[in-house]
């Protein structure tokens, strides 16, 4: 089995945690001229981005992911030393120099519903990060990007023989009608939230059981759990036994970092479902996308403390 690319925004998150929730200061009748403040009790600055997210947790579970993204020169010497210490390749990225890697501006309340604004930076020259150049792909995670660069991706995987895990997310507003059907057609794995589903419903008329027809649909439901939708029927997930949701940013890329890599262990869709849904819960637990720590003895303990059964995979020693 080849390598895993992954594709997708690498950034700097501005997170801020507001007390209350958004809905009691949103006037849903005057949403035309919106004008909300919100008086945020916490800001920190973490590093985050949808493919160093989901290259991350594939690391922690003994993958070693090739970053493929476009990044800023002066600020991402830090970061890229901190991603190779835990193993991932940051050997594929594009060092813009003259401009800043990507920088995300979360608000967080008290449900976990999220509001994000996003500066694209060096993002915004992805579709120079060639995937021609590794052969040795099997797999290749398209996720949030520059929409010309995820449409190059999709095409580059397909040149190359990789299976694409397509992860389009908050990007799906932003990509073409013909880059978006590109992606959902080419997939061997289409992941995203409830929402993000309903979202390409309306922009394709495709829904989650037409796309799982052919292909495996990854959907994630919050606390209400997962599914995973494939021509073989739907494995339900229930959502992993956190102690205390502290934050939810990445956890969606922490879930679909855990389900392929279960998958590509030889694990059942049940089982890879699981998997991800333990990743996720490591994430919730930490204030960022990146604090959490896990080695292969605590995640099979959690694993089996979770769901009643040891974790069955093929791989001798995985996670």
């Known amino acids: 089995m080849g390598r895993i690319a992954v594709t997708g925004s690498v950034a700097f998150d501005t997170i801020m945690e507001f007390g209350g ?9 005057k949403t035309n001229e919106l004008n909300v403040a919100f008086l945020v009790e916490k800001l920190e600055r973490r590093r985050g981005g949808t493919a160093a997210n989901i290259a991350f947790s594939l690391a922690l579970l003994g993958e070693r992911p090739l970053l493929c993204a476009a990044v800023g020169g002066g ?10 210490a835990d193993g991932v390749d940051t050997s594929g990225v594009l060092t813009c120099d003259d401009i800043s890697t990507a920088t995300a501006f979360i608000t967080t309340d008290r449900d976990g519903n999220q509001i994000t604004a996003f500066h694209p930076g060096a993002m915004a020259r992805a579709a120079g990060v060639d995937l021609s150049a590794h052969a040795d792909l099997s797999e290749v995670v398209v996720s949030a990007d520059d929409a010309g660069a995820m449409a190059l991706h999709v095409d580059q995987a397909q040149a190359l023989g990789a299976r694409l895990v397509f992860v389009p997310a908050q990007h799906i507003p932003a990509m073409p009608d013909t880059a978006l059907r590109s992606g959902l057609e080419q997939a061997w794995l289409i992941g995203g939230n409830d929402y993000e589903f309903e979202m390409i419903r309306d922009r394709t008329g495709l829904s989650i059981e037409a796309l799982g027809a052919s292909r495996m649909v990854v959907v994630t439901r919050g606390s209400a759990g997962s599914e995973l939708h494939s021509p073989d029927g739907v494995a339900v997930i229930p959502a992993a036994p956190v102690s205390e949701v502290v934050d939810p940013t990445g956890a969606g890329d922490a879930y679909i970092a855990g389900v392929i890599a279960g998958l590509r262990s030889g694990a059942s869709h049940d089982v890879a479902g699981r998997i991800g849904s333990i990743a ?9 996308p990146q604090r959490h720590r896990f080695d292969a003895i605590g995640f ?11 974790l069955q995979v093929r791989a001798e020693g995985w996670a």
């Open 21 to 29: 929730r958004f809905g009691d200061f949103i006037l849903p009748e």
């Open 280 to 288: 996720a819960a490591y994430v919730v637990e930490q204030h960022g």
């Open 75 to 84: 600020d991402f010497v830090d970061y890229a030393a901190a991603l190779e």
């Open 300 to 310: 099979r303990e959690r694993y089996a403390a979770s769901f009643g059964a040891d």
